[in-house]
């Protein structure tokens, strides 16, 4: 009698001994093993091992014929919406309420694909809130340009304490008595050791752990083991690409993506030719799609705008870490005096020792987004020497106007941007670009360097946000933690306020009052570095 019964998340496979069945199990796919406990072959449970074992003749028991039926026709997991969580600072939108019931539908072990924007983050972070010490401590791992961001939402949003992890040298005193720990995904490997009293994990843009092979994934893969919470985040579109989301689906749920071979043959159109496999394409695409939603929960922006704003704006704290140095040092040489003008001269220093020592964080950023959203995004920066390093770095698919741009070529430049679709920045500068064009192909604008007015941030906000627009826009500034860019945009919010509290214009909107005030504060600053 050959017989196929369930034993966890693996095949059981039994029979009375035979070299010739022997050979054939040995042919099932890579995670079959003898086990001498049960006396009994193991596999994990898989539809092509399950065809295999079917064509040799194998009786198939109940419980995998049930496991079949799961496999091929999930039932979808109910939503219901938890917006009423106590210590939540701020309140859910409606859909975001839903991520969090979907979340705890899922026991906190599921995957948020929600587009860029509709707040995949907070999500996270309210369900984290709403478990509270049966789930915590809780380890963030994320890409080292969205550290700063998780710590500024975890503090906006939430009760929890949180911390950055940074550096190589990891002490266990740092992860000690928080509810909430925040690491890079190229530094989790040394932190491991001392990462055992971690609950929950949340993969933040899990692509980034699509090779199996690198040092991150197999990190990533130490640290989920035997955690019963994983939250896994990504906005990038799976069923384009399935192959490089393998790993985080066999994570969240071995039982149903348990078999790599098994996963590529079906989905990933798998095809053998002269130098190898190829995994890079898509097959039954609705299928896998019917399978991701018992544990993914996916909305685009169309799906959602009733409940959000016109316009979102997002501050992205950069963590410089190593980099601090370069403005430290920047700051103690300032020489300040009584000359406004000389001290205009010292900021400019400053904002360019800044905009060095965040730059490579800005541009991991901007990678990011181009991976994850399938959209355009407009980046503005100020000075003519960064929009030059953007342009470098992505000339072959982004698109630059500013002050040395021909008068004649900016509306061929912006209806390139509007048109085509293999240009997807556009970069501009904030005085040249930031009236006068519309660039509506996008819902999306981040800025490097940052204006002295809200006016002027306005107007070039208002690019991609014109009359008769269908979509909310989100502003992202990308601004370097620890430096005066964060003063900057705390006094342009201020400044934000007062002028719209103001019928018809009745404030001057002044440069002047900004810079003076940020020089007061720099000049406290320096005194203490001295």
């Given amino acids: 009698m050959k017989t196929v019964s369930m034993f966890n998340t693996c095949f059981r496979i039994e029979f009375s001994y035979d070299p010739a069945v022997v050979a054939q199990v040995r042919c099932l796919p890579s995670g079959r093993r003898w086990s001498p406990e049960l006396r009994a072959w193991l596999c994990p449970a898989g539809p092509e091992a399950l065809k295999m074992l079917r064509g040799w003749g194998f009786t198939i028991r109940p419980d995998v014929l049930a496991w079949e039926q799961q496999w091929l026709n999930p039932t979808p997991v109910v939503r219901a919406r938890i917006d009423n969580i106590p210590g939540l600072k701020k309140k859910l939108y409606p859909f975001q309420a839903e991520g969090v019931g979907f979340l705890e539908s899922r026991f906190g072990r599921s995957l948020i694909a929600d587009e860029m924007g509709l707040g ?52 266990p005193e740092q992860v000690v008595g928080l509810d909430v720990l925040i690491v890079n995904y190229d530094i989790l490997a040394k932190w491991l050791p001392i990462l055992g009293s971690i609950r929950t994990v949340v993969l933040d843009e899990a692509h980034y752990i699509k090779n199996p092979k690198a040092a991150r994934t197999k990190a990533v893969r130490w640290l989920c083991k035997g955690r019963r919470h994983v939250i896994a985040m990504s906005g990038t579109p799976i069923i384009n690409r399935p192959a490089e989301f393998f790993t985080t689906l066999s994570i969240l749920d071995n039982t149903m993506f348990g078999d790599w071979w098994a996963f590529a043959k079906r989905y990933c159109n798998a095809q053998c030719g002269r130098f190898g496999w190829d995994f890079s394409g898509a097959s039954n695409t609705d299928e896998l799609h019917h399978k991701l939603s018992t544990l993914m929960i996916r909305r685009l922006k169309a799906d959602v705008l009733t ?75 100020v000075h003519h020497a960064t929009i030059d390093r953007l342009m470098a770095r992505y000339s072959e698919r982004a698109v630059s106007l500013d002050g040395r741009t021909e008068i004649t070529s900016r509306s061929l430049i912006v209806e390139r941007f509007q048109t085509d679709p293999g240009v997807r920045l556009f970069i501009g500068n904030i005085q040249a670009a930031g009236v006068g064009i519309t660039l509506t192909a996008a819902q999306d604008t981040a800025f490097l360097e940052f204006p002295w007015t809200p006016g002027e941030l306005d107007q070039a906000e208002d690019r991609i946000h014109r009359i008769g627009q269908k979509g909310a826009a989100n502003i992202y500034y990308l601004a370097a933690k620890g430096t005066l860019e964060v003063d900057m945009l705390e006094l342009i919010a201020k400044k934000r306020e007062i002028v719209a509290g103001v019928l018809d214009g009745g404030l001057a909107d002044s440069a002047a009052n900004i810079q003076n005030e940020l020089i007061q504060r720099l000049k406290g600053i320096s005194s203490n570095e001295k």
Avoid at 339 to 365: G, H, N, V, Y
């Fill in 120 to 171: 995949k983050t907070v999500q996270a972070l309210a369900w984290l809130q709403h478990k509270g010490a049966p789930v915590l401590p809780a380890l963030i791992v994320c890409p080292a340009s969205l550290k700063g961001n998780w710590a500024r939402e975890c503090a906006d949003w939430t009760t929890l304490s949180c911390r950055v992890l940074s550096g190589s040298q990891p002490a």
């Fill in 307 to 381: 409940d959000l704003p016109p316009k979102t704006r997002t501050m992205i704290p950069l963590e410089l870490n190593g980099k601090a140095d370069v403005y430290k040092l920047a700051l103690q040489r300032v020489e300040w005096g009584n000359d406004p003008l000389a001290d205009i001269t010292q900021i400019s220093k400053l904002r360019q020792a800044a905009l060095d020592a965040k730059f490579d964080l800005c541009c991991e950023w901007i990678d990011n987004f181009l991976e994850t959203s399938p959209g355009k995004l407009v980046l503005f920066a």
